[in-house]
């Protein structure tokens, strides 16, 4: 292979090379830092990069036993987690040139298994609405999408074949969507959080990038500690699954680019899914949207409770807006809040008795022109309320040739089996 | 009242003196600090005080308005918690003047409302089971218990009025129980947790101690946003609750000291309870002792990375061994731990169908003799894998003359009724 195209590889095809010493870790890094530079001036994905400690990392590792499965593969890391080597300002001026004491354990759960690290992405201030600088690959003049904007922005441009983000809202799934990647938000809880910035601990999760399912599956399973999520057999021939159409009472929303998206997806999935029909919305499911807005601004005032009060002229007006919102909610409607998000994820649990995976919008459309703001988080607030697994299948084109898909959601803790479905829903979708 | 004898004054006495100004901020913090000073070289609650900090903080006090519920009153903080102004240390050698960028978002929400830093307590190393050098103050020889081992000491012996703890198996109600003080842990989730250390997501929660249930409830008020939890009209006069009577199935671990406490507790609370009667343990209760041990040794030795990590020979040879064991454990496992954790939480909302609050064991017995080791966390796992809020009361004394009681468990959300209870128990068991 020409060396300077190594970083278009997907990380699985890559990793079975660097296992095989077919190909360097050194070469591999070479080509991603050479197309970072070729494109780093226009995408502005990172705020800060160490090309000498990676490539000592990778020389390292070339010379080195073999470390686990992410060995040699280039990752990004979303400047929300805390990095002993390189500064973590978490898209704040409130925190230019901080050194954390340590790395994020997630962080370190990527080193342990092999991964380098070459850079910080860019995330939007606190992982809420202000945008940073980043821009969409795929057209520079619009939003990647947030917060996790530099990570979904980097994979989709070949820049690097991973990269880590975090969802609150919708910021794996929309920068996914927008950017035109695979995202992978894991069941809330199962992934550590230490040295992410807390937002909210009700909705905190660690999610990825990659290029493609079986990518986010190799990552997945390194992140959860459990080999089913990369499991070669489920993913090389998964079994046919029972699809569940959800739109979400929100469907209205879905754009035309979007609805016909939709619309294919069915067409190509019916066929041969085990099952394909519409899943109910319970009747006594409360507005997610309304609760998931109100848990995280309750919850994300008070988390950022330093900023907030230490910081606030540093803050942007949307986020001291918001701070002035969540002071404003009562600790007793808060728990309310709370008994409600409970009683939702008990109800949520019966879908999955009929199907193995919902199929739902991702985003209302492409990624909208400009970058002064990251999109709208509505399709992803009710399901990160739930905290159900969920992947976004990039798969179509909008009017403006921008990526648009769909996002599949999953059972909590069926993580492998949402994998494997989204590796048999690609196939058809893409095919 | 005598100048020195200031730092024996309950939190919501000297909160109420201190809000008509008929107690300065100042002349509570000197009394406090006075106390320290004659106490800290034998109980060793500390790890780090900054007393001309904290008189500027209550000079500055004193000349300002009042500031909200914990105006002037000296509060310590567990060093587990960050403090920008104080160094953080997490009870280990590997954090030796670390100075963290921010302070804690419970420790700031406590600053909001007035209160005073005079320093940081005491924690065994990463809230695990290696103990610090604090002692019991009611008896030298004898532990304070563990993990916020500094805190449940400096409140005991007067040092301070209010202090900040964690508990993700047992670390509030435990040296609550040893040193004699009322310690409150809230519902899972309702206290924001960034810039405490993350050592398990599924269990940690910020609690707090007091020398009596208003002093709690005065705090936990702020800490929650929840202005029930303080209501004066609840603790002046609050309702007889209906009491399940709930040893666990542990039960045969309670001493002859916390045997004779259960025995009084039921003869003084039976004649006045709306209701006082055994209750059940569901047979398709999971073992909840095993079952959090497991969960938290998967998640703390994740949490923990970078110090399992880059760390290791800093470390004590107990957590090495929790690190060790927690590595081993698979992802999957693990799922199905939380899984089981979910159903267990189910389960156990059924009890307050019928109860307002259970009565259980905090602690096998008195503090163990000797300093190497923080006592059995046995009593509290399962409510802490509930996540369920718990008080500690202290009313009796064991056959060495320190102290014993019992603690009540509410249900989630309950956090007020249950402060309310915990006030009606009180006056009967100590009456």
């Given at each position: 292979?020409?060396?300077?195209?190594?970083?278009?590889?997907?990380?699985?095809?890559?990793?079975?090379?660097?296992?095989?010493?077919?190909?360097?870790?050194?070469?591999?890094?070479?080509?991603?830092?050479?197309?970072?530079?070729?494109?780093?001036?226009?995408?502005?994905?990172?705020?800060?990069?160490?090309?000498?400690?990676?490539?000592?990392?990778?020389?390292?590792?070339?010379?080195?036993?073999?470390?686990?499965?992410?060995?040699?593969?280039?990752?990004?890391?979303?400047?929300?987690?805390?990095?002993?080597?390189?500064?973590?300002?978490?898209?704040?001026?409130?925190?230019?040139?901080?050194?954390?004491?340590?790395?994020?354990?997630?962080?370190?759960?990527?080193?342990?298994?092999?991964?380098?690290?070459?850079?910080?992405?860019?995330?939007?201030?606190?992982?809420?609405?202000?945008?940073?600088?980043?821009?969409?690959?795929?057209?520079?003049?619009?939003?990647?999408?947030?917060?996790?904007?530099?990570?979904?922005?980097?994979?989709?441009?070949?820049?690097?074949?991973?990269?880590?983000?975090?969802?609150?809202?919708?910021?794996?799934?929309?920068?996914?969507?927008?950017?035109?990647?695979?995202?992978?938000?894991?069941?809330?809880?199962?992934?550590?959080?230490?040295?992410?910035?807390?937002?909210?601990?009700?909705?905190?999760?660690?999610?990825?990038?990659?290029?493609?399912?079986?990518?986010?599956?190799?990552?997945?399973?390194?992140?959860?500690?459990?080999?089913?999520?990369?499991?070669?057999?489920?993913?090389?021939?998964?079994?046919?699954?029972?699809?569940?159409?959800?739109?979400?009472?929100?469907?209205?929303?879905?754009?035309?680019?979007?609805?016909?998206?939709?619309?294919?997806?069915?067409?190509?999935?019916?066929?041969?899914?085990?099952?394909?029909?519409?899943?109910?919305?319970?009747?006594?499911?409360?507005?997610?949207?309304?609760?998931?807005?109100?848990?995280?601004?309750?919850?994300?005032a008070?988390?950022l409770s330093h900023e907030r009060t230490?910081?606030r002229?540093?803050?942007?007006?949307?986020?001291?807006?918001?701070f002035?919102?969540?002071?404003?909610?009562?600790?007793?409607?808060?728990?309310?809040?709370?008994?409600?998000?409970?009683?939702?994820?008990?109800?949520?649990?019966?879908?999955?008795?009929?199907?193995?995976?919902?199929?739902?919008?991702?985003?209302?459309?492409?990624?909208?022109?400009?970058?002064?703001?990251?999109?709208?988080?509505?399709?992803?607030?009710?399901?990160?309320?739930?905290?159900?697994?969920?992947?976004?299948?990039?798969?179509?084109?909008?009017?403006?040739?921008?990526?648009?898909?769909?996002?599949?959601?999953?059972?909590?803790?069926?993580?492998?089996?949402?994998?494997?479905?989204?590796?048999?829903?690609?196939?058809?979708?893409?095919?």
């Amino acid at each position: 292979m020409n060396p300077q195209r190594h970083n278009e590889l997907d990380a699985w095809q890559a990793a079975r090379l660097l296992a095989r010493r077919e190909l360097s870790a050194v070469d591999l890094l070479r080509a991603c830092l050479d197309r970072i530079a070729e494109r780093e001036p226009q995408v502005q994905a990172f705020v800060h990069m160490d090309e000498a400690a990676a490539l000592a990392q990778a020389q390292a590792l070339d010379a080195g036993p073999w470390r686990g499965p992410l060995h040699g593969l280039p990752l990004g890391v979303k400047d929300l987690f805390d990095t002993a080597g390189q500064p973590t300002a978490y898209g704040s001026p409130v925190y230019a040139g901080h050194r954390p004491a340590a790395d994020a354990a997630a962080v370190v759960l990527c080193l342990e298994a092999g991964a380098v690290l070459p850079g910080k992405t860019v995330t939007t201030e606190f992982a809420y609405f202000h945008p940073g600088p980043t821009r969409n690959p795929k057209n520079l003049a619009h939003t990647p999408g947030g917060s996790s904007s530099g990570s979904a922005a980097a994979v989709a441009d070949h820049m690097l074949p991973l990269a880590l983000g975090t969802q609150t809202a919708a910021s794996v799934i929309r920068p996914a969507a927008f950017c035109g990647v695979v995202g992978f938000k894991p069941s809330l809880g199962r992934v550590p959080l230490a040295g992410a910035k807390s937002l909210s601990v009700t909705l905190d999760t660690v999610g990825m990038f990659g290029r493609c399912v079986r990518d986010v599956a190799l990552i997945g399973a390194v992140l959860t500690a459990d080999a089913r999520l990369d499991d070669d057999s489920a993913l090389s021939a998964p079994p046919a699954p029972r699809i569940g159409l959800c739109p979400t009472p929100d469907a209205v929303q879905m754009d035309a680019d979007v609805q016909a998206a939709w619309a294919h997806a069915v067409r190509v999935l019916a066929p041969a899914a085990a099952a394909l029909r519409d899943a109910p919305w319970p009747a006594a499911m409360p507005d997610l949207v309304v609760l998931q807005k109100a848990v995280m601004t309750f919850e994300m005032a008070r988390s950022l409770s330093h900023e907030r009060t230490a910081h606030r002229a540093a803050l942007s007006e949307r986020l001291r807006g918001l701070f002035d919102e969540g002071v404003a909610i009562d600790g007793a409607a808060h728990a309310a809040n709370l008994h409600a998000t409970a009683a939702a994820r008990r109800l949520a649990a019966a879908w999955f008795d009929d199907f193995d995976l919902l199929l739902a919008p991702s985003a209302l459309g492409e990624a909208p022109a400009g970058v002064e703001a990251t999109g709208d988080p509505l399709f992803s607030r009710g399901w990160s309320l739930l905290g159900l697994p969920c992947v976004h299948l990039p798969f179509a084109r909008g009017r403006n040739g921008l990526p648009v898909g769909l996002q599949i959601v999953g059972r909590w803790g069926d993580d492998h089996r949402l994998l494997a479905a989204a590796q048999w829903c690609m196939a058809r979708l893409t095919g």
